[in-house]
Every structure is written in structure tokens, then in C-alpha cells.
């Protein structure tokens, strides 16, 4: 199973977005994916059911900054590689699907669907953009951070 198919089996099992992603390049990150889906969880829905940057997107930056990211606050060359980099990840996502906020992606008014998590539905799954956006941010991901 590639790292898509697991995005996606892992979103449609009940994680969020940014969870899906993150979680199946748990292996590669050395967690479980309990633990990664944990660490992700905040990031679901464009941060909490905010609709801002989608989850997907926010699981793809988690893993650039775990594999790639710096840890010298004095190192400015690694800062400027990881945002080039992220950049990079974020443009062809957006390039694939319009935009890398969720309320863009799902068609919504800021402000707009703050309430309660949807219950998952197959009509969910097929009115949604959701799955679609795991598998393209698994794959950026794939890319660029595992194909070096």
C-alpha cells in the first residue's frame, strides 16, 4: 500500500485530515500511529474546525518540519531551505486543488461550519474534497521528503 492509500484509508477509518496525513509516515518518523494521529489531532479541519490552512496540508508540513526541518535558531541557510521547501509542497498543492485553505477548498464563508465534526457519511466522503487532498498531500509528501 502506498503512502496515499494509507492517507486515505486512515481518513476514511475516522481521523482527521492533518491526522491521515502525518500518521501514514508514522514508520518513517519512528511513532506509532496512535502517536502521530495524537500529534496531529489539533491540526484537523483547518486547525480545530477553523477552516483555515487544511489539515492535510498541516500533516504534510508536520512531517517537512520532522525530516527536514532545522534546530539551530542561528542557522538561517537550513530556515530558508525548509520554507523554500514548504513553499514548494504548499504550491503544487494548491495547484492540484485551488487553494490550501479549507473553507476555500470546501466552499465555505469564513466563520461558516464551526460547529460539531460532520458524522461520517459516504455522502460525506463523496461531497467533500477531503479525501482527494490526503492523497495529494501523502503524495507531495512522498515526493519530496522520502524521494531525496
Known amino acids: 500500500m502506498n503512502r496515499a ?3 486515505e484509508e486512515l481518513f476514511r477509518s475516522g481521523y482527521n485530515c492533518a491526522q491521515s496525513v502525518f500518521a501514514a509516515f508514522a514508520d518513517v518518523v519512528g511513532m506509532t500511529e496512535l502517536e502521530a ?8 479541519a483547518g486547525f480545530g474546525k477553523l477552516r483555515e ?14 525530516l527536514g526541518g532545522y534546530d539551530d535558531p542561528a542557522d538561517a541557510e537550513g530556515k530558508k531551505a525548509l520554507y523554500r521547501l514548504e513553499q514548494k509542497m504548499c504550491g503544487e498543492f494548491e495547484d492540484r486543488h485551488g487553494s490550501i485553505i479549507c473553507r476555500e477548498l470546501l ?4 466563520g461558516e461550519d464551526i460547529g460539531e465534526p460532520a458524522v461520517r457519511t459516504e455522502e460525506y466522503y463523496r461531497s467533500r474534497p477531503c479525501v482527494g487532498a490526503c492523497r495529494t498531500a501523502a503524495e507531495i509528501a512522498e515526493k519530496y521528503l522520502l524521494e531525496k
Open 5 to 7: 492509500d494509507k492517507a
Open 37 to 44: 494521529a495524537k500529534i496531529a489531532s489539533p491540526f484537523g
Open 53 to 66: 490552512v487544511c489539515g492535510a496540508v498541516s500533516g504534510m508540513t508536520l512531517l517537512a518540519g520532522y
Open 107 to 110: 466552499g465555505l464563508a469564513k
